[in-house]
Nanobody, 125 residues
């Protein structure tokens, strides 16, 4: 299982970015997979997740209505479309999955064993 995150960068408040997470060694339908982030001095937190069991998506309250998680099965790639970004979204973003999980509900960062390397998103004017 390997994950490669990309797409981070510097964006002004109100702007948009799309993060990508290329998966290899498994298919996106096999396990629950999600996006997490860690801001400086803060704990890693869940941002969004897709359950493999039913395709249900989950979002942190702080990003609902602004972020959209999706997956391209043909490219075996997970995406996170981020709109209306604000400085509070500044963080290193990671994609993660776990071979034991088919459902995201009730699980947090500590439950996911396989992580990509992270991509930095900076929202600043």
């Amino acid at each position: 299982v390997q994950l490669q995150a990309s797409g981070g960068g510097l964006v002004q408040p109100g702007g948009s970015l799309r993060l990508s997470c290329a998966a290899s060694g498994f298919t996106l339908d096999d396990y629950a997979i999600g996006w997490f982030r860690q801001a400086p001095g803060k704990e890693r937190e869940g941002v969004s997740c897709i359950s493999s069991s039913n395709g249900r998506t989950y979002y942190a309250e702080s990003v609902k209505g602004r972020f959209t998680i999706s997956r391209d099965r043909a490219k075996n790639t997970l995406y996170l479309q981020m709109n209306s970004l604000n400085p509070m979204d500044t963080a290193v973003y990671y994609c993660a999955t776990d071979q034991r999980l088919s459902d995201c509900s009730g699980y947090g960062p500590r439950d996911f064993a396989s992580w990509g390397q992270g991509t930095l998103v900076t929202v600043s004017s």
